[in-house]
């Protein structure tokens, strides 16, 4: 059973616009998430995250936002570029448990 | 300059053999972990160890084996008995289990 999902595979999006990616949980109990970024044939590097006590958190063009009685978290890359594109990945940690991921989705940043 | 080496890059075997995927860390982390990723599964977990001479089955371990002798090492053996071998293996260490994990860049396991 899939804790955490992201639904959208994929995702392409013109330079200089708007991405949005989006993160649904189901363990209420998750009070803190993460968004890691991978490349082909590199491992993920770590992004972002957001403490379930916050709604939003913002570093410079990457901002996460929470909503906890959705269980949804989007993260927004505002401008998009190029560079930008890779899979990203949601993950959130259970108690002393390892992270657990989504399947992740790979944005495509179109010049 | 601190960080994680997994070793190699690629490594072709032939079915029936086991193989040894290396993950060395110098971030003086305690906890360790290996990751599996296939198209389309995102990273799913074989082991991880919380700290030496102690490990915890992930997710996934079936045909899988691993030993923490040392805080610095965590290798990742891949036996015979995994039926579907062939993927990307991700080594990651963190501070504590729940922190943010870091990761190396990876050994694409090929096997035929």
């Known amino acids: 059973d899939q804790q955490v999902k992201q639904n959208s595979p994929s995702l392409s999006v013109q330079e200089g616009r708007i991405s949005i990616l989006n993160c649904d949980y189901t363990?209420?109990?998750?009070?803190?998430f993460l968004w890691y970024k991978k490349y082909p044939a590199e491992g993920p590097t770590f992004l972002i995250s957001?403490?379930?006590?916050?709604d939003k958190n913002e570093d410079g063009r990457f901002t996460v936002f929470l909503n906890k009685s959705a269980k949804h978290l989007s993260l927004h890359i505002v401008p998009s570029q190029p560079g930008d594109s890779a899979v990203y990945f949601c993950?959130?940690?259970?108690?002393?448990?390892?992270?657990?991921f989504g399947k992740g989705t790979r944005l495509s940043v179109i010049a | 300059d601190g960080g994680i080496t997994q070793s190699p890059k690629y490594l072709f075997r032939k079915e029936g053999q086991n193989v040894t995927l290396s993950c060395e860390q110098n971030?003086?982390?305690?906890?360790m972990y290996w990751y599996r990723q296939d198209p389309g599964q995102g990273l799913r977990l074989i082991y991880y160890?919380?700290?030496?001479?102690?490990?915890q089955k992930g997710d996934i371990a079936e045909g899988y084996s691993v030993s923490r002798e040392k805080k610095e090492s965590f290798p990742l053996t891949v036996t015979s008995a995994q039926k579907n071998p062939t993927a990307f293996y991700l080594c990651?260490?963190?501070?504590?289990?729940?922190?943010?994990?870091?990761f190396g860049n990876g050994t694409r396991l090929t096997v035929t």
């Open positions: 160890s919380q700290i030496v001479n102690d490990f």
């Open positions: 957001i403490s379930s006590i916050k």
């Open positions: 971030l003086n982390h305690d906890a």
């Open positions: 363990n209420s109990m998750f009070d803190y």
């Open positions: 993950a959130a940690p259970s108690g002393n448990t390892p992270l657990v």
């Open positions: 990651a260490s963190s501070p504590q289990t729940n922190s943010p994990l870091h």
